[in-house]
């Protein structure tokens, strides 16, 4: 008995058995029962009965299949859904059908028979020269296996084709198919290896075919298939048939029936044929002695066939070959390790598997303009192209451009989506490391030679963004991988976070006003325009919180990425990595740091903060605990984890959240238990904190600032009773922070803190001064406004703070000469100065006070602190230091970086601010600002002591600085400067409200008066919204006020005359049309300068009622100025757009009374006269607008002179005989007469886009259309019509006058004499335009043009018709045709006197009577011109003709 195999045996053994067991013949151990097959019923039963299979196939039969179909019944009835559909006979057998469609698995799987595979030929794969066989893909193959019915893939037809293309390479030669066999018998099936155009057989002298190819075999049928013996038998037969139809016809034939097939056939399949040649051929080599070796000769030739076979489409050129591999053959040579024999598998070295162990070219500098691909380092430096760094470094993991260092933004995003948590960490660092080095971009300047700034186009920034890499920073905060979270919000906080941004606003927190800044809001005119465009109405009507809404993701990040970021559900993913994932503490803090960017966006970014779930009670309680593990104080200690301990960057969080409105602090407050962690952070000392020095200090101070927002709504007032001594003791160890100013390194932290805790005091007096006009109010009972209860503290309760406040600030200001000391110590003291005027101007409102105490306080602190203040030396250099630190008088100290884009709003100070700036620490604004506060304060107070100040007004460094800041042009408005202009523009009205109080009393004062009025105008067209209280107040007490304008009564309206005698400033008198009012008087300029000046308060008057829709904007700003906290509702000042007033305001009477006029014609209304009222309004503009230009012509220099005159002209377009008014057309024509000097005229550009306008042609058609329907021929309104008709503006305008409107041209009677603009203008250079010669030469002939309707235009159509006639220039040939046309219709007109015009004039005179002078008889040149072109035409009987 044989034995079972064993543990250890081999394959070989198994086999040893399985012969021993066959040659002992011994029967099975088992025996297989085959049942019987119910298909083909009993008679096959038994296995013993089953007859043998032909050729002895293996057959596979499923015997554990049942032979039985499983029962069907009973099942529940299903209801087909295709039922209906299906189409049903009733002669058809259900049974059968049921057969039919059987899927039964024994239906299918009953027997597995084996191919017949007895004839196939089994060949050796085809040597190649590769070291492995070329990989198959299916794009490779263009000819696809037509499949005659049913459906494949195209991935199976691909695969069949391969299959079909292998075979028949491979097969012996052998008949295919009978359809094959008759596509073969065609004539010329077998092709030519050779080209198309060259022999298309192997051929003799003779040309027939040589005995190679009668011999040869068939390459193409195969004969495979057919399953007989007689296949290759049949092939041959076929192919014997071939030759002999090919020996029958000639060489021509042959060639021609190529050529037809080529014609015909599939360039894939011509291109298949022929490579089966070169394959046979091949092979015949390798069999016969004497040829050469495949892959020389008979390759090249392949080669060169592929090559040559390119006539006809561009297809035919594609074959199943391998493409010719270009790169250059590597050896040993190449090779940094040498092989050597003796290794495993090195005997055939094969040298293509071992390039990449080559060393890399060196890196070249392509000496190109095109533009390289930027590569960056993993610290994110760009690296320079022709740069060669070591491969150690991990700089060359990318295919591209190997030699090349560094990874290219697009290699970076493709591993940000890598499998591998490492490559994704690595891609986002870097990626970080790159924006952050963009926006270093100053830095990088100075110490790189301006690495990104002049190697890169564009910004990195932008392109990043533009690519969706802030939707792919979000994404990655969804990983589930620490890391990937970590350096995804790393990455963000680079983005969106700027500590010195933040580092500058805590500096200015203690500033005066410094508290309210504005919200880092984008500008939406961009994307309001471009939805403007997109919308239509029925969108336009919905809300604006709709459209952010319904709008995508990306849209709304491509202009906000703060508001995109919260469409994200970014918030809840934050919250969720704080509180579940609670990662390492640097990714805490840069989480926090982001959570501070969101609030700054605005108040509905800090609603929806405070909305989201459990995030600030996370933060309050993770990270502002009441009590903490002791051991983060421990120097040594290594925090692993910020939870649970009190962080300084949370507290300034919730500040900022405060910042956000009044209802978002009574939340944090109430709801979040706040109160109580102030009185904890506050009541103990930093030095008592378990926490490092530094992050106490931080967090005391981040305590005191929230403290201070929220008192500066009124709130939480009620902790000041309970930590007064602790507010007293910090008030008590002020002056000892001067001993620690050398030795202590947190000193400068500590004077952050002191100066929150003077701030707290301040906004705490504010609310306490606000009590007793609440408390009054109460007591009144009920009336129209709401009942706000008295804050719970009291002016008694504060008022001793005072002498502290004040002992230090003598203290701080005698350290004033010591330079570096009072640069420390100036922070501290502006905020004493801030104090104090704070508690002056509410003292003088305390009923329970006697005015004599506090105006005695008041006389000695200005003759004790304030006066010897302004006299130290050290003022004076402050002083002298405002113009080198003004925004106004250096603009590009505020002007946006260059890596910034508009999405992303930034105060511009990466990089530190210089120390010469207005935020810089040499920066005298803040400290004079609050000086100049008390001043005014003390001075509203205390009148008679306005006298004593006015030294302030002589320092020489002040002047200097209003002489430059008021003439420039202010920045810009971005975030940056409108941040920093805030603060400058508080000190330049303190100056101009202590200039106002000294007018009026100290006689000295008149020298300043004009250039303090330019100063206010100035200030007026640049204050930014939430200061309209100040440009009230400029409004009404410093802008019209008579004493600013010292001209009108010094002698002003006379200078006025006198100038206009003499003519100075023009060459000319200037003119002033006419009315056609009978008996019209027309005033001299000084006369109505006179009056303007008499008429300031009604003037004044007439402007504040202009800007009664700026009301609510108002009240909100004067709350704010005037401290009175219970009113105040947010700190968040509003969004900036511009500044309050339009630059053009001056005329903002004019545009609101045309606007509503416009608006009323829109309607329908029509408006013939106007109120009286409106002719003043319209009165009182064109009087201050004269005395504007008269006396302030620089203030309003900014404004566009062709502005001034579409300004103008709406006094004619604001219907009716407005302009016939006698005031009003006496005004009108004087600033005529101004807006046509010489200087203004040169200054006028009409093309140029103006403010407020959308087209000035369209503006012109209206004041033709208006002309043409109410001027009755007026002077003034024809001189304002022919203004714009000069020869060097748009012809546009012309050709509208003598075009569509030449009706005008009958009353546009301007007489010359009284036409300010000279005719040079309007005939210089000569008019080169045909149509509008037409249009003049038509006008004169067919009368529309007269002398004595338009002097004018009539002179000026003239000399350029002249001009056009006789000149002889070359020209194009229509021009020359219809030059000589005119002349000749010239020379025949009847009208003698027009004929004469035309000929014989010279130059325009305004004071001739026709407005030319004429030749007396023609130049020679011009008679002799006007012969030649003249001689061949009759001189009677001729008929005007039309020019054209």
């Excluded at 802030?470 to 976070?497: K, W």
């Excluded at 007032?717 to 003791?729: A, H, I, Q, T």
């Excluded at 005989?1217 to 005229?1241: M, R, S």
């Amino acid at each position: 008995m044989l034995s079972r195999p064993k543990p250890g045996e081999s394959e070989a053994d198994l086999l040893r058995f399985q012969n021993e067991f066959l040659a002992a013949r011994a029967s099975p151990a088992v025996k297989v029962v085959k049942k019987a097959d119910k298909r083909r019923g009993a008679a096959g039963s038994g296995d013993e009965e089953r007859p043998p299979l032909q050729d002895s196939r293996d057959v596979v039969i499923l015997d554990d299949f049942p032979d039985v179909l499983p029962a069907l019944t009973p099942a529940p009835p299903k209801k087909s859904k295709f039922k209906n559909a299906c189409v049903r006979f009733d002669d058809e057998d259900p049974e059968e059908r049921l057969e039919c469609h059987d899927r039964h698995i024994t239906a299918v799987f009953s027997k597995i028979i084996e191919r017949d595979t007895s004839m196939a030929a089994v060949t050796m794969p085809v040597p190649t020269g590769d070291p492995f066989p070329r990989a198959f893909h299916r794009s490779e193959i263009k000819n696809e296996v037509k499949v005659e019915s049913g459906r494949k893939s195209i991935f199976a037809q691909k695969i069949a084709a391969k299959r079909a293309a292998e075979e028949a390479v491979t097969a012996p030669p052998a008949v295919e198919t009978r359809h094959t066999h008759r596509i073969s018998a065609v004539p010329g099936a077998i092709c030519s290896p050779g080209s198309a155009e060259e022999e298309p057989l192997h051929s003799t002298k003779d040309g027939k075919p040589d005995d190679d190819v009668s011999t040869q075999r068939p390459r193409i049928i195969t004969g495979e298939g057919l399953g007989s013996l007689e296949s290759e038998r049949e092939a041959l037969a076929i192919h014997e048939e071939n030759l002999q139809k090919l020996h029958s016809m000639t060489q021509e034939e042959i060639l021609q029936e190529q050529r037809r097939l080529l014609v015909q056939l599939d360039p894939s399949l011509v291109a298949f044929l022929k490579s089966q040649r070169g394959v046979d051929e091949g092979q015949e080599r390798r069999e016969k002695p004497g040829h050469p070796e495949p892959g020389t000769e008979s390759q090249h030739g392949a080669k060169e066939t592929v090559k040559d076979f390119s006539v006809g489409g561009s297809g035919m050129e594609e074959s199943v070959w391998p493409e010719k591999d270009t790169r250059m053959e590597i050896t040993e040579v190449d090779l940094p390790i040498k092989p050597q024999k003796e290794w495993i598998h090195m005997n055939n070295v094969e040298f293509e598997k071992l390039e990449w162990i080559k060393d890399l070219p060196y890196p070249r500098q392509r000496r190109t303009k095109k533009g390289m691909q930027a590569r960056f380092s993993l610290k994110g430096e760009l690296i320079p192209p022709d740069a060669d760094l070591p491969t150690h470094l991990g700089l060359h993991h990318h295919g591209e451009e190997a030699e090349r260092a560094g990874y290219s933004l697009q290699e970076l995003f493709h591993l940000c989506r890598s499998q591998l948590i490492q490559q994704r960490t690595l891609a986002l660092q870097v990626l970080g490391h790159v924006v952050q080095k963009d926006k270093d971009c100053a830095t990088i300047l100075e110490a790189k030679a301006g690495e990104f700034a002049s190697s890169l186009k564009g910004s990195v920034l932008r392109l990043l963004l533009d690519a969706g890499f802030l939707f792919l920073l979000r994404f990655s905060l969804d990983d589930t991988v620490d890391n990937v979270i970590a350096a995804s919000v790393r990455a963000l906080h680079i983005l969106l976070v700027s500590p010195e941004d933040e580092e500058y606003l805590d500096q200015t927190f203690s500033w005066y006003q410094g508290m309210a800044v504005f919200p880092f809001t984008p500008n939406s005119e961009e994307e309001e325009e471009e939805e403007e465009e997109e919308l239509t109405l029925m969108e336009k009507t919905q809300g604006k919180k709709s459209k952010v809404e319904n709008k995508p993701d990306p849209d709304v990040a491509r202009y906000d990425v703060i508001k995109g970021l919260l469409k994200t559900q970014f918030l809840h993913r934050l919250r969720y990595i704080l509180e579940v994932v609670r990662p390492v503490p640097a990714v805490v803090l840069d989480i926090l740091d982001i959570l501070t960017r969101v609030a700054r966006h605005s108040s509905e970014a800090c609603s929806q903060l405070l909305a989201c779930p459990r995030l600030i009670e996370t933060i309050v309680r993770e990270f502002l605990p009441i009590q903490w593990d002791p051991r983060a104080a421990e120097p040594g200690h290594l925090l692993t984890s910020l939870h649970g301990i009190a962080c300084a960057t949370a507290m300034k969080l919730i500040r900022v959240l405060a910042s956000g409105g009044r209802n978002a602090t009574a939340r944090l407050l109430n709801k979040f238990e706040l109160k109580s962690r102030l009185s904890r952070f506050i009541a103990e000392d930093p030095q008592d904190l378990p926490l490092r020095r530094e992050e106490a200090i931080r967090l005391s101070t981040e305590a005191f600032r929230l403290w201070a927002v929220a008192a500066g709504y009124g709130q939480s007032c009620d902790l000041y009773r309970d930590l007064y001594p602790v507010l007293v003791k910090i008030l008590q160890s002020l002056p000892h922070l001067l001993s620690d100013c050398q030795e202590n390194p947190t000193f400068p932290l500590s004077i952050q803190r002191a100066t929150a805790v003077v701030t707290l005091l301040t906004h705490v007096t504010q609310t306490a001064g606000c009590t007793a006009e609440l408390q009054a109010r109460l007591s009144s009972g009920p009336g129209d406004g709401e009942q706000i209860p008295p804050p719970p503290v009291t002016w008694n309760q504060v008022s001793g703070l005072r002498p502290f406040l004040e002992t230090n600030l003598r203290r701080s200001v005698q350290e004033i000469s010591r330079l570096e000391t009072w640069q420390a110590l100036q922070p501290l003291t502006t905020t004493y100065i801030i104090y104090l005027g704070v508690y002056y101007s509410i003292c003088s409102q305390q009923p329970s006070l006697n005015p004599v105490d506090y105006l005695e306080e008041v006389e000695r602190l200005t003759s004790e602190v304030l006066l010897p203040l302004l006299s130290q030396p050290a003022m004076h250099r402050m002083w002298d230091l405002l113009r080198p630190c003004s925004a106004l008088c250096n603009p590009l100290s505020c002007s946006p970086a260059s890596e910034s884009v508009p999405s992303i709003v930034s105060l511009s100070c990466t990089g530190g601010k210089p120390q010469m700036s207005l935020v810089g620490s040499k920066s005298p604004f803040p400290f004079l600002t609050a000086l100049l506060f008390l001043i005014n304060n003390v001075t509203h107070i205390h009148k008679g002591l306005v006298s004593k100040y006015t030294s302030v007004l002589d320092f020489k460094g002040l002047k200097d600085y209003l002489l430059q800041s008021w003439p420039t042009r202010p920045p810009s408005i971005t975030p940056s400067s409108a941040w920093i202009l805030r603060h400058e523009y508080h000190l330049q009205y303190f100056v101009l409200a202590l200039a106002q109080k000294m007018a009026g009393i100290c006689p000295d004062y008149t020298q300043h008066a004009s250039l303090h009025h330019c100063v206010a105008m100035a200030l007026l067209s640049r204050l930014l919204p939430g200061s309209e209280h100040l440009a009230h107040e400029l409004l009404l007490g410093l802008a019209f006020n008579p004493e600013f304008i010292p001209e009108g009564k010094t002698g002003g309206p006379e200078a006025a005359d006198f100038s206009d005698i003499l003519h100075l400033g023009t060459s000319t008198k200037l003119a002033q049309p006419g009315s056609v009012a009978a008996g019209f008087p027309k005033p001299r300029r000084g006369v109505l300068l006179g009056e303007s000046y008499q008429h300031l308060p009604f003037i004044r008057a007439c402007y504040l009622s202009q800007f009664v829709h700026l009301e609510p904007a108002l009240a909100r700003s004067q709350v704010a100025y005037q401290g009175r906290t219970y009113l105040v509702q947010s700190l968040l000042l509003p969004e900036v757009k511009g500044p309050i007033l339009p630059s053009d305001w001056p005329f903002l009477p004019l545009i609101s009374l045309y606007n509503k006029v416009t608006s009323a014609e829109t309607r329908g209304a029509i408006l013939n006269t106007l109120p009286p009222d409106l002719v003043n309004t319209v009165t009182r503009n064109l009087q201050w607008v004269l005395l504007l230009e008269t006396w302030r012509s620089r203030v309003l220099q900014n404004i566009p002179a062709a502005a001034k005159l579409a300004r103008l002209m709406c006094v004619f377009l604001t219907g009716g005989d407005l302009f016939l008014e006698g005031p009003v057309h006496c005004y009108t024509a004087a600033l005529l007469a101004l807006y046509c000097q010489p200087k203004v005229l040169d200054s006028l550009e009409l093309d140029a886009p103006l403010p407020g306008l959308a087209s000035f042609h369209d503006l012109y058609i209206s004041v033709l259309e208006q002309f043409e329907g109410v001027s009755f021929g007026d002077p003034l309104f024809g001189a304002f019509v022919l203004l714009p008709l000069q020869r060097r503006f748009s012809i546009q305008l012309r050709l509208a006058v003598f075009g569509e409107h030449v009706s005008t041209l009958r009353a546009l009677g301007v007489p010359l004499k009284q036409f300010p603009v000279p005719l040079e203008r309007y005939t210089l250079p000569p008019e080169d335009n045909l149509n509008l010669l037409r249009l003049y030469f038509q006008t004169l002939v067919t009368g529309a043009l007269r002398h004595t309707w338009c002097p004018v235009l009539y002179a000026v159509a003239v000399a350029h018709v002249n001009s056009f006639i006789f000149s002889q220039d070359s020209t194009t040939q229509e021009a020359d045709t219809a030059r000589k046309s005119m002349l000749r219709k010239t020379w025949l007109l009847v009208d003698e006197v027009l004929k004469k015009h035309l000929l014989y004039y010279k130059v325009p005179n305004p004071e001739s009577l026709m407005g030319v002078d004429l030749y007396e008889q023609l130049p020679p040149i011009r008679l002799k011109y006007l012969q030649m072109v003249t001689k061949k035409e009759p001189k009677e009987n001729m008929q005007m003709s039309d020019p054209e």
